[in-house]
Nanobody, 123 residues
Framework: QVQLVESGGGLVQAGGSLRLSCATSGRTYSRYPMAWFQQAPGKEREFVAGINWNGVITYYTDSAKGRFTISRDNANNTVYLQMNSLKPEDTAVYYC????????????????WGQGTQVTVSS
């Protein structure tokens, strides 16, 4: 069993930055690939970035590439999403997830989910 708790969301102006954190608990956390998803109002939840179990391999959507950085600290059981150059279209609830397949964009591949953290980018 893995528990996930996101934090770090908030209101920021376009062009600004936020760093999301996902605190995890559970003995097997470090074995899981991890990912961040976003869900904008009225839209489906979508993959943003993923990372393999040891942090060596990362995956991004085209929209996130070059602006967002996913990382993990297995010693402290935390996954991060550094978001720079934020745009109003990045406004969404951001979810942390632990899954079975590194880099998968399918929600079905993720077993554990956090409760989400709201990110709002004003223009």
């Amino acid at each position: 069993q893995v528990q996930l708790v996101e934090s770090g969301g908030g209101l920021v102006q376009a062009g600004g930055s936020l760093r999301l954190s996902c605190a995890t608990s559970g003995r097997t956390y470090s074995r899981y690939p991890m990912a961040w998803f976003q869900q904008a109002p009225g839209k489906e939840r979508e993959f943003v970035a993923g990372i393999n179990w040891n942090g060596v391999i990362t995956y991004y959507t085209d929209s996130a590439k070059g602006r967002f950085t996913i990382s993990r600290d297995n010693a402290n059981n935390t996954v991060y999403l550094q978001m720079n150059s934020l745009k109003p279209e990045d406004t969404a609830v951001y979810y942390c997830a632990a899954g079975n397949t590194a880099g998968s964009r399918s929600m079905a591949q993720y077993v554990y989910w956090g409760q989400g953290t709201q990110v709002t980018v004003s223009s």
